[in-house]
T-cell receptor
Framework: KAGVTQTPRYLIKTRGQQVTLSCSPI?????VSWYQQTPGQGLQFLFE???????NKGNFPGRFSGRQFSNSRSEMNVSTLELGDSALYLC?????????????????FGPGTRLTVL | KQEVTQIPAALSVPEGENLVLNCSFT??????LQWFRQDPGKGLTSLLL?????REQTSGRLNASLDKSSGRSTLYIAASQPGDSATYLC??????????FGGGTRLMVKP
């Protein structure tokens, strides 16, 4: 079974530009979550998409947005880039089981996209 | 708001030692807790998942325990090897399918 894939793996942008990152979850998984990892703040939750709807959002400005397609693939967009947006962006895939199965929801991470803002 | 603390922040040991990594969290309303490994510049690799009703989970040389009521989890690594060198992260899963992370424990195992 293929793992979580993220593209591109590396990006270099300048301040003010926008960027779109892509994540393809494990086949059969319908939930995709995004996390930002920086040396100063560690790993922080951005948002989660399930069944093409944003279900949960972390404490990030509106410049960070996302969407999910019918095949569960997800994209994350950052507009008006700032230097502080330089980070490793990770996506996590999970089956998002419900009811008594929710205790088995295991998260699987992709390799990440390294974004550098100059 | 869930907060996660991992102790120690860094650990350097000779090969062959048995290790204990500690994790504490403030909100016991969790579904499960995962331990991850992260190599520099890479994504997270899931090592173990413990459901909130479980006390222990084992995989090879790794054993994780969970005491949900006291907000603690421990990862034991037996007979450490240089290949175990990485950052280890524990993360409870809460409502909204959201993981919360602490700062991790950076482990170096010397040959």
């Amino acid at each position: 079974k293929a793992g979580v894939t993220q593209t591109p793996r590396y990006l270099i942008k300048t301040r003010g530009q926008q960027v779109t990152l892509s994540c393809s979850p494990i086949s059969g998984h319908r939930s995709v979550s995004w996390y930002q990892q920086t040396p100063g703040q560690g790993l922080q939750f951005l948002f989660e998409y399930f069944s093409e709807t944003q279900r949960n959002k972390g404490n990030f400005p509106g410049r960070f947005s996302g969407r999910q397609f019918s095949n569960s693939r997800s994209e994350m967009n950052v507009s008006t880039l700032e230097l502080g947006d330089s980070a490793l962006y990770l996506c996590a895939s999970s089956p998002r089981l419900a009811g008594s199965q929710k205790f088995y929801n295991e998260q699987f991470f992709g390799p990440g996209t390294r974004l550098t803002v100059l | 708001k869930q907060e996660v603390t991992q102790i120690p922040a860094a650990l350097s040991v000779p090969e062959g030692e048995n290790l204990v990594l500690n994790c504490s969290f403030t909100d016991s309303a969790i579904y499960n807790l995962q331990w991850f490994r992260q190599d520099p510049g890479k994504g997270l690799t899931s090592l173990l998942l413990i459901q909130s009703s479980q006390r222990e989970q084992t995989s090879g040389r790794l054993n994780a325990s969970l005491d949900k009521s006291s907000g603690r989890s421990t990862l034991y690594i037996a007979a450490s090897q240089p290949g175990d060198s990485a950052t280890y992260l524990c993360s409870p899963l809460g409502a909204g399918n959201m993981l919360t992370f602490g700062g991790g424990t950076r482990l170096m195992v010397k040959p």
